[in-house]
């Protein structure tokens, strides 16, 4: 807890000299609707998911890499055993020791080292980087992939890149049983037909090191297709003039196992032309026909019983790996669809899980969950924005999530709001799931929306605001109470605003006049800021800036531009920055801006005392838990916090949401470096305290004392005026618990002080 210093004038620093340092934390509790409690809750969902075993603690147990093509997240998942049963724990810190990447990102051995290596796709090549990890994750800067065409061979463009086609997912496999990595992927979206990139190492005599690859066969396994329907045996001209145009582009995918005990690979082959039983089964006949080359003789397409087909996802990333343990590999079938201007993606009981009572080299799957890992966590399945509000009054803080649901079931129209009360205390969070359509919103059929609380007409209890998509913002009134709230929609226009889209709205005294002003994110990646021009009770919003603090949280990507000499490259903002900005509160007076943005980070600003100055960027307000060296998250894609004292140390702590329907947690941890950004401020007195009802503040001021009482979260729950000594009462049925009194002259403006409540 931080020292208050009270009756003392004080020289406090900005927000380089007392910064809020967030580490990563799994420490709130989560239930379910049933109470129980949801051992993963905080890893942030997953949407399209990818798993590669990897054993990362190196206690030879193999944990689970996942690789989410959702912002292109890298999770991990160690297995620990409890007394005798191993289930998964979400670890983050060994997240960051990997590239960037996009597509796909997997792990395999390719030098037979012991050392599953990176394959991955980025920009635009299929690129290996060799693991040369000793005890935390390094990996060897990476190379892109070719193969020598034999099939279409071009002696003066004889290698061509590993293809690779846009939501396609290739198999890294050893097809042909020479103990190296071969490559298989779809030569391209429109048909069918397989590429066999074979890693020709072995063949050339060349350490595995040395990896190579020769493209031998464009029509692997005579497999292509005619109309939406795969066939075998099919003539594989290199023109194909025998299958009908798709109206669209279509997602293929591939997994090899032997199914039936013979010594050579079958084939789950995934599409997205299939929507009641997406995979095929092709059985390979090179065993039972003594082929030197493989050949599918027959095609399956209800391998899955009637009762499952229905619940595998389109084109699903399909993975054949031990995940309970038993020495025996399970099979995981999980979306890998993005395309929600084709199909409706299945976002939410995404992850299916078959466990294998059988053998590796002759299975036997049974379905056994849809929700692997998923089931475990706060996962909504789409876009998620928290805010806490304490909506029962009791003095800790409840949570409430905003979001667009499962696109199989709301196609991204009908956002609604999920309420989970803190059924614990203000110091030990324990957030149990009440409502999955508090407020029955999903009849609204809202877009987008972000929640904002605040006492807006100044009768004590908290009223809501709902950012929309269109920029417009919708208007709560609580027509009940502070304990039992009712909430009424006053207005879909609230006080006239529009921002340009994707308005994400947040209260925040920024003059520090005891009135709540707003401030709203929106799809330029900005911060609007207007300010309440009236009072506490009756407030008039009036804009003041499209950029508070010149901030822009847009990405930088790279683009082409053509200039006198030719082609140059050059960094630009990326048009959605899709901004949500919050406040965080310090005990001694000094605030900041935590923004969430599209790039799929947390970007913190020192607020200046001049709103009319640019906000200096915090860079360093995170350490790596192994390297501790100062770095920025990458929680995945579009994030949106919320910020409040959960765990009653006095210190603000975050909700991260996200794209992938899941929320991610930090917890406030203080730091304190030597920057001379310095800002006077007194201190001032509050009697009693602890207090059950009435108090007096003294401060060495003989003017109008202005006051505001806000909550750990930030939100305003009282204000007045008063003089130095006369006794306050609150007027508010304040619950036991923590609470900031913030306290202003027209000339001076005080640190802010703590008021306990005991009753």
């Given at each position: ?477 609580n027509t009940g109470s502070s304990t039992n709230p009712t909430f009424t929609l006053k207005t879909e226009n609230f006080s006239s605003i529009k ?162 329907g899941g929320i991610h947690f930090v917890q406030g941890k203080e730091k304190r470096t030597n920057n001379i950004a310095k800002l006077e401020q007194v201190s001032f007195r509050i009697v009693p305290n ?70």
């Amino acid at each position: 807890m931080k020292k208050l210093y009270l009756l003392s004038i004080i020289v406090l620093f900005g927000l380089n000299l007392r910064a809020q340092l967030f580490e990563i934390s799994t420490a709130p509790i989560f239930r379910d609707e049933n109470a129980s409690v949801l051992s993963l809750a905080l890893a942030g969902g997953l949407n399209q998911p990818q798993f590669s075993p990897y054993d990362f603690n190196q206690d030879g147990k193999m944990d689970l890499f996942v690789f989410d093509r959702t912002g292109n997240k890298v999770l991990v998942f160690i297995a620990v055993t409890v007394k005798g049963v191993t289930n998964y724990r979400y670890d983050p810190s060994y997240e960051d020791f990997f590239p960037e990447g996009e597509q796909f990102m997997q792990l395999h051995d390719f030098d037979a080292d012991g050392k599953p290596d990176l394959w991955m796709y980025l920009v635009d090549s299929v690129m290996l980087y060799r693991n040369v990890s000793n005890t935390v994750p390094q990996f060897e800067a990476g190379k892109g992939l070719f193969a020598l065409d034999t099939v279409q061979y071009i002696a003066w463009n004889p290698n061509k890149k590993l293809s690779q086609v846009t939501g396609c997912l290739p198999a890294i496999y050893d097809v042909d049983g020479d103990s190296d990595m071969d490559f298989i992927t779809n030569l391209n979206i429109f048909g069918s037909k397989i590429i066999f990139n074979c890693n020709n190492s072995i063949e050339l005599g060349n350490p595995l090191s040395e990896i190579g690859f020769t493209i031998v066969d464009k029509c692997y396994g005579g497999v292509d297709e005619f109309g939406a329907d795969l066939i075998i045996n099919a003539p594989c001209s290199d023109i194909e003039v025998y299958y009908k145009q798709k109206k669209h582009a279509a997602a293929k995918t591939l997994m090899f196992f032997d199914n039936d005990g013979d010594g050579d690979n079958d084939l789950f082959f995934g599409s997205s032309e299939r929507s009641t039983n997406p995979v095929y089964f092709l059985e390979n006949g090179k065993s039972d026909l003594n082929y030197y080359k493989d050949t599918f003789i027959s095609i399956d397409t209800s391998f899955f019983s009637v009762a499952d087909e229905g619940k595998i996802p389109v084109a699903p990333a399909m993975f054949y790996i031990d995940v309970n343990f038993d020495g025996i590999k399970d099979l995981i079938l999980a979306n890998n669809d993005q395309d929600k201007f084709s199909y409706s993606v299945r976002e939410k009981d995404n992850v299916l899980l078959f466990l294998n009572s059988g053998t590796d080299n002759k299975p036997t799957f049974n379905l056994d969950r849809m929700d692997f890992l998923t089931g475990d966590m706060i996962d909504l399945g789409g876009r998620v924005a928290p805010v806490f509000a304490d909506l029962d009054n009791d003095g800790d803080e409840d949570l409430i999530l905003a979001t667009s649901g499962n696109h199989l079931i709301t196609g991204d129209t009908t956002d609604f709001l999920v309420y989970y009360q803190n059924v614990g205390t203000s110091t030990s969070p324990d957030f149990k799931e009440i409502s999955t359509d508090y407020l029955s919103l999903k009849a609204m059929e809202y877009r987008g929306i972000v929640p904002a609380f605040g006492d807006l007409d100044g009768d004590a209890d908290l009223d809501l605001l709902l950012g929309k998509q269109d920029g417009t913002i919708a208007h709560y009134e609580n027509t009940g109470s502070s304990t039992n709230p009712t909430f009424t929609l006053k207005t879909e226009n609230f006080s006239s605003i529009k921002v340009e889209g994707n308005a994400a709205p947040a209260f925040a005294d920024m003059n520090i006049d005891g009135k709540l002003d707003l401030l709203i994110g929106n799809i330029n990646g900005t911060v609007v800021y207007y300010q309440n021009n009236g009072t506490s009770t009756a407030p008039s919003f009036g804009w003041v800036t499209d950029s508070l603090g010149g901030i822009v949280v847009n990405e930088l990507i790279s683009q082409k531009f053509l200039g006198d000499t030719g082609f140059y490259d050059s960094l630009i903002y990326y048009y959605y920055g899709n901004s949500a900005p919050q406040i965080i509160n310090y005990e001694n007076g000094v605030r900041c801006l935590a923004v969430g943005c599209d790039e799929g980070n947390i970007k913190i600003y020192d607020v200046q005392s001049d709103l009319t100055q640019d906000f200096k960027a915090v860079t360093d307000y995170m350490k790596h838990p192994y390297t501790n060296e100062a770095y920025t998250k990458d929680w995945g894609k579009n994030t949106y916090p919320a910020i409040a004292d959960v765990n009653g140390d006095g210190i603000s702590d975050m909700i991260i949401g996200n794209s992938r329907g899941g929320i991610h947690f930090v917890q406030g941890k203080e730091k304190r470096t030597n920057n001379i950004a310095k800002l006077e401020q007194v201190s001032f007195r509050i009697v009693p305290n602890p207090t059950n009802d009435k108090f007096a503040v003294y401060a060495p001021s003989q003017e109008p004392l202005c006051y505001a009482i806000s909550n750990l979260s930030g939100q305003m729950l009282a204000s007045g005026s008063t003089l130095s000594g006369a006794a306050i009462n609150h007027g508010i049925a304040l619950q036991n618990g923590i609470y900031f009194v913030s306290l202003k002259t027209t000339s001076q403006q005080f640190a802010t002080q703590k008021l306990i409540i005991t009753k």
